[in-house]
């Protein structure tokens, strides 16, 4: 498990979106009309709440669970969480 205070955007968080989301959320191929490719886009979504909505391992939402098909593994979701924690830091 990684520290709080380890969580980075750039070396964490955006691999696990890069690998996971961004063949259904990049600008050409923005499924539902999401796109999540950068910074601003991604931590917009986990601001609103709708990123750990669709990902959490406990989904009860009315948004689709994502990624489609799969479920990102529990310490990606924790990564995840911690970030939104840490604050959104672009790092």
């Not at 520290?3 to 955006?14: A, P």
């Not at 050409?28 to 490719?37: L, R």
Request: proline share 3%; with cysteine; net charge negative.
């Amino acid at each position: 498990m990684q520290n709080l205070k380890s969580i980075s955007y750039s070396r964490d968080v955006f691999p696990i979106i890069q690998s996971n989301c961004l063949s259904c959320h990049d600008a050409v191929n923005h499924f539902d009309g999401v796109v999540i490719e950068n910074y601003q886009q991604i931590s917009e979504s986990c601001r609103l709440g709708e990123m750990m909505d669709v990902i959490s391992t406990h989904y009860a939402g009315s948004l689709p669970r994502m990624p489609k098909g799969g479920q990102l593994k529990s310490c990606e979701v924790e990564v995840i969480r911690l970030w939104i924690q840490q604050g959104l830091i672009n790092n």
